[in-house]
C-alpha cells in the first residue's frame, strides 16, 4: 500500500509568487519525513526532514515544510520561487517501526517556473 | 570527496543479458541502497545495506541481486534482464547503521539510464 501521496503531479507557478507542495502519509505511526528534490539530470538532494519537535521546519534554499499529525501531511512551502527551484520535488517517509531500512518515497511533484 | 558514483552512466540491454550496476562512495557510509526510478512513481527501494555483509530487501528486489563485501562498494545485479527493468537506477548513501539509517541525509549518485530492449 502507498505510504505517500502527492496529489499533484504538476505544478506551474510564476517567479516571485509563493509555491506550496502537498504530501500526505498513511502511517500508524508518526513517522519521519523528508523532501527531496531533483534537478534535471541529477540525482536527489536533500531539503529539509522531520523527526519530532517543532513541526514547522526549516531547510535549506528557503524552503520550510509543516508536519500536521491530525492531516497526516507535510507541505513544502517557499514564500518566493526563482527560477533555479524548477525541479522535481518528492516526499520520503521513514517507516520507523517497520524495518529501519525502508524508506518509500512519494511520486513526485514536476514544478515549472514561468518568468 | 567525489562521493556517491555509479557506472555506467548509461546502457542499453538485450532481454535475457546479465550486468552489474556499480555503486561506491568514499565517505565511510554504512548504509547503502538502490532504487529505481519510474514515471508517476517516484523511487523505489530495490534493496539496501546497513554495512558490509548485510542486505536485505526492499519494495522491489525480483530480479535483482546485491552483495556488500566492503564499505565502499555496493554492486547491483541483474540476473536475466527484462523490459520492465528499463528505469533509472540511484544508489544512495547515509551514515547510520543499525541504529537508524533513517536519522541522515541520503546522498545520491547521479543515477544509470538502463534500457532493455
Known amino acids: 500500500a502507498q505510504s505517500v501521496t502527492q496529489p499533484d503531479i504538476h505544478i506551474t507557478v510564476s517567479e516571485g509568487a509563493s509555491l506550496e507542495l502537498r504530501c500526505n502519509y498513511s502511517?500508524?505511526?508518526?513517522?519521519?519525513l523528508f523532501w527531496y528534490v531533483q534537478s534535471p539530470g541529477q540525482g536527489l538532494q536533500l531539503l529539509l526532514k522531520y523527526f519530532s519537535g517543532d513541526t514547522l521546519v526549516q531547510g535549506i534554499k528557503g524552503f520550510e515544510a509543516e508536519f500536521k499529525r491530525s492531516q497526516s501531511s507535510f507541505n513544502l512551502r517557499k514564500p518566493s520561487v526563482h527560477w533555479s527551484d524548477a525541479a522535481e520535488y518528492f516526499c520520503a517517509v521513514a517507516r520507523t517501526t517497520d524495518s529501519w531500512g525502508k524508506f518509500q518515497f512519494g511520486a513526485g511533484t514536476q514544478v515549472v517556473v514561468t518568468p | 570527496n567525489a562521493g556517491v558514483t555509479q557506472t555506467p552512466k548509461f546502457q542499453v540491454l538485450k532481454t535475457g543479458q546479465s550486468m552489474t550496476l556499480q555503486c561506491a562512495q568514499d565517505?565511510?557510509?554504512?548504509?547503502m541502497s538502490w532504487y529505481r526510478q519510474d514515471p508517476g512513481m517516484g523511487l523505489r527501494l530495490i534493496h539496501y545495506s546497513v554495512g558490509a555483509g548485510i542486505t536485505d530487501q526492499g519494495e522491489v528486489p525480483n530480479g535483482y541481486n546485491v552483495s556488500r563485501s566492503t564499505t565502499e562498494d555496493f554492486p547491483l545485479r541483474l540476473l536475466s534482464a527484462a523490459p520492465s527493468q528499463t528505469s533509472v537506477y540511484f544508489c544512495a548513501s547515509s551514515h547510520g547503521g543499525l541504529a537508524g539509517a533513517w536519522y541522515n541525509e541520503q546522498f545520491f549518485g547521479p543515477g544509470t539510464r538502463l534500457t532493455v530492449l
Open positions: 565517505m565511510n557510509h554504512e548504509y
Open positions: 502511517y500508524g505511526a508518526t513517522p519521519y
